[in-house]
C-alpha cells in the first residue's frame, strides 16, 4: 500500500497562474481532505469530501476549487495564484467505518507563488 | 467553534530532560483526541489516540497523553526525550457531530545532544 500520494513535492507558480495538485489514496477512504500548512497557523482545512461526488468548504476555502474525480482521487486547483496561496498543502483521507476519524496524510505540496 | 489551543509554542530541551506539551480544546461533547508529529521535512503521523476508556493512553516511541475530561485537556508526556523526537507537535480533536479534524498552532520541539 502506498497509502496518500501527492504530486508534484515542490511546484513555483507566477501570480496569476493556475495549477491542480493531485491527490490518490489506496486504503479505499471515503473521505478525503486537503489542508494548508502555514507557520504558526498549523494546519487549516480548505476543502474535505465525505464521499464519492460530494465537496464541502472547509475553514479557509477562498480562492481554491476541487474535485473528487472518483473514490481515490481528490484534486485541489488553484485558478489564478496569489502570494497568500503559498504554503504546504497536505492531503489526507479516513474511513470513518473503521478507525474512527483517524486520518492518513499525504507527503505535501511545498507551493511558492511569486 | 470548536478549537484547540497548544500553549507552547517553541521547546528546546536537552537528552534525557522529561517533557510535557500542552493541548486544551473548547468542546463540552464527546470528543475524539490526537497527537501528530511532523519530523522535519516529513509528513504528519500519528503518534497517538484516545477515543474512549483509559484515559491514558500509549503511543509510539515511548510518548503517552492523559485525557482529564474536567480540564478539556490532552497533555502529551515523554519521561526522557532523544536528539531523534526533534519534531512538530499537533494536537488535534474532532467531535463526534462532525469528520473534521481541527489542529492546533503546533509546537516545535528541539532537543539538543
Known amino acids: 500500500n502506498a497509502g496518500v500520494t501527492q504530486t508534484p513535492k515542490f511546484q513555483v507558480l507566477k501570480t496569476g497562474q493556475s495549477m491542480t495538485l493531485q491527490c490518490a489514496q489506496d486504503?479505499?477512504?471515503?473521505?478525503m481532505y486537503w489542508y494548508r500548512q502555514d507557520p504558526g497557523m498549523g494546519l487549516r482545512l480548505i476543502y474535505y469530501?465525505?464521499?464519492?461526488?460530494?465537496?464541502d468548504k472547509g475553514e479557509v476555502p477562498n480562492g481554491y476549487n476541487v474535485s473528487r474525480l472518483n473514490k481515490r482521487e481528490f484534486s485541489l486547483r488553484l485558478e489564478s495564484a496569489a502570494p497568500s496561496q503559498t504554503s504546504v498543502y497536505f492531503c489526507?483521507?479516513?474511513?470513518?467505518?473503521?478507525?474512527?476519524?483517524?486520518?492518513?496524510f499525504g507527503p505535501g505540496t511545498r507551493l511558492t507563488v511569486t | 467553534a470548536q478549537s484547540v489551543s497548544q500553549h507552547n509554542h517553541h521547546v528546546i530541551l536537552s537528552e534525557a530532560a522529561s517533557l510535557e506539551l500542552g493541548c486544551n480544546y473548547s468542546?463540552?461533547?464527546?470528543?475524539?483526541l490526537f497527537w501528530y508529529v511532523q519530523y522535519p521535512g516529513q509528513h504528519l503521523q500519528l503518534l497517538l489516540k484516545?477515543?474512549?476508556?483509559?484515559?491514558l493512553v500509549k503511543g509510539i516511541k515511548g510518548f503517552e497523553a492523559e485525557f482529564i475530561k474536567s480540564k478539556f485537556s490532552f497533555n502529551l508526556r515523554k519521561p526522557s526525550v532523544q536528539w531523534s523526537d526533534t519534531a512538530e507537535y499537533f494536537c488535534?480533536?474532532?467531535?463526534?457531530?462532525?469528520?473534521?479534524?481541527?489542529f492546533g498552532t503546533g509546537t516545535r520541539l528541539q532537543v539538543f545532544p
Open positions: 489526507a483521507s479516513s474511513d470513518p467505518r473503521g478507525q474512527p476519524y483517524e486520518q492518513y
Open positions: 486504503m479505499n477512504h471515503n473521505s
Open positions: 469530501s465525505a464521499s464519492e461526488g460530494t465537496t
Open positions: 468542546y463540552g461533547g464527546t470528543v475524539n
Open positions: 484516545y477515543f474512549s476508556g483509559d484515559p
Open positions: 488535534a480533536v474532532i467531535t463526534y457531530n462532525t469528520d473534521k479534524l481541527i
